[in-house]
C-alpha cells in the first residue's frame, strides 16, 4: 500500500525568510509519480508539480525548487524568500498507475504555511 | 486554460436527503476521479471512473455513493442518504490519459445539517 507523511503539520516564518516542506513516501511500486498541490485559503487545489519515478533531476521554478531523492523516498519543496501569498497548505502526493484504471492519488496530510509580514 | 467546473459551490442539505454534485471534466479528458477533504484533513480518493464505469474505488465510497456519466459532458456524484459525517469539500479531477496529471475542480462544499 502507498502511503505519504509530511511530518510537519505547521510551519510559520517571516516573510523572505526560505522554507523546505518535507514529504516522504513509500510505494511498492517502481513506477510512480510523485506530485506537489498548493490549498490557498479559497480551498481549490491548485498543482504546483509532477515528478516521475524514474526522473531524479533537481527542479527550479521561480522561488520553487523541489529535490528528489530515491534513495531515501523523499520529495521536499523548498520556497525561496517567501512572501505572504505562499500562505496556505501544501500537499504532496503519490500515485501508482493503474492499467486503464488512471493514477490514483494518495495524498500526505499537508503542511500549512504561515508566511506572516 | 481549461478548467474542471464544479456546481455548485456550496450546498446545504438535511441529514437523510439525497444529493448530487454535478463536474463538468475538460472535453478531451478520458478519466474522471472524486475525492473529498473533511474539513482540515487531507484529500482522500473516493473513485476513478474510465469508459462509463467505475474502475477504481475506496473504502469510503459504499452503497451511498454513486458516480455516473448521463451525457458526453457531465460528472455526478450522488449520496442517497447523506450522514453529518458526509460533510466535506467535494473534489472532481479529470486527466487526459492514465498515468498523466489531474486537473481538479475548485470543489463543492457539502454541509449536512
Known amino acids: 500500500a502507498q502511503k505519504v507523511t509530511q511530518a510537519q503539520t505547521e510551519i510559520s516564518v517571516v516573510e523572505k525568510e526560505d522554507v523546505t516542506l518535507d514529504c516522504v513516501y513509500e510505494?511498492?511500486?517502481?513506477?510512480?509519480?510523485l506530485f506537489w498541490y498548493k490549498q490557498p485559503p479559497s480551498g481549490e487545489l491548485v498543482f504546483l508539480i509532477r515528478r516521475n519515478s524514474f526522473d531524479e533531476q533537481n527542479e527550479i521554478s521561480g522561488r520553487y525548487s523541489w529535490n528528489f531523492q530515491k534513495s531515501t523516498s523523499s520529495f521536499n519543496f523548498t520556497i525561496t524568500a517567501s512572501q505572504v501569498v505562499d500562505s496556505a497548505v501544501y500537499f504532496c502526493a503519490l500515485s501508482e498507475v493503474y492499467n486503464n484504471a488512471g493514477n490514483m492519488l494518495t495524498f500526505g496530510g499537508g503542511t500549512r504555511l504561515m508566511v506572516k509580514p | 486554460e481549461p478548467e474542471v467546473t464544479q456546481t455548485p459551490s456550496h450546498q446545504v442539505t438535511q441529514m437523510g436527503q439525497e444529493v448530487i454534485l454535478r463536474c463538468v471534466p475538460i472535453s478531451n479528458h478520458l478519466y474522471f476521479y472524486w475525492y473529498r477533504q473533511i474539513l482540515g484533513q487531507k484529500v482522500e480518493f473516493l473513485v476513478s471512473?474510465?469508459?462509463?464505469?467505475?474502475?477504481?474505488k475506496s473504502e469510503i465510497f459504499d452503497d451511498q455513493f454513486s458516480v455516473e456519466r448521463p451525457d458526453g459532458s457531465n460528472f455526478t456524484l450522488k449520496i442517497r442518504s447523506t450522514k453529518l459525517e458526509d460533510s466535506a469539500m467535494y473534489f472532481c479531477?479529470?486527466?487526459?490519459?492514465?498515468?498523466?496529471?489531474?486537473?481538479f475542480g475548485s470543489g463543492t462544499r457539502l454541509t449536512v445539517v
Open positions: 471512473f474510465y469508459n462509463n464505469e467505475i474502475s477504481e
Open positions: 479531477a479529470s486527466s487526459r490519459t492514465g498515468d498523466y496529471g489531474y486537473t
Open positions: 510505494t511498492r511500486d517502481t513506477t510512480y509519480y
